[in-house]
């Protein structure tokens, strides 16, 4: 078991490395903020840094995806899309909800609100990308007709339970596990 001395080291140091796998090949959606926003939320005693974390993770990848993969240059006008903030304020959300987990971790728990911010991130970032979209009427058939469109992406909710599972399952077994006595 590690000390508590170190273990806001190895929270910063699961979230820095996982947060670094977004900028690897991954399948669409399949990345790892809404789990960094939920752990984050759940482990970091401090919930502005949980929400700096988050944040730092999502805009640093955003920028390295966007410039060095899609060679998109106009940062600016990345930006200020108004999708782009509805991806932050889903994930904001989400530290919201690992806020709420820091008095009873459990699996179960986890994996509830694991769904639920996968659910939440699709539902808030679909509806940013409908008003004035041209394949969209801007009735409600047609908001209804972006979300059925949209259904290939609720893949996320795989990534997020994998990071989850990977990032809580790490914390679990590093913060309970009793020291191996080593026989001489």
Known sequence: MIKNSQKPIFIIAALVLV???RLLPHLPNFTPIAAIA??????????????????????LSDLLV??????????IGYFSEPYVLSVYLSFALTVF????????????????????SSLIFWLVTNLACWP???????????LM????AAI?????????????TILFGAAYIVFTSAPSKVKA
């Not at 909800?97 to 639920?116: D, E, H, P, W």
């Not at 290939?152 to 989850?164: K, M, R, S």
């Open 19 to 21: 947060s670094l796998s």
């Open 38 to 59: 939920l752990f984050g939320g759940a482990y970091l005693n401090n919930n502005r840094v949980a929400f700096l974390t988050t944040f730092a993770a999502l805009f």
């Open 66 to 75: 966007n410039t060095i993969h899609y060679n998109n240059y106009d940062v």
């Open 97 to 116: 909800m690992g806020i709420s987990l820091k008095s009873n971790i459990t699996a179960k728990r986890i994996g509830l609100l694991s769904l639920s």
């Open 132 to 142: 004035g979209n041209p394949l969209y009427s801007q009735d409600l058939s047609g």
């Open 145 to 148: 007709a972006c979300y059925i």
């Open 152 to 164: 290939p992406f609720l893949g996320n909710v795989v990534g997020d339970l994998f990071y989850n």
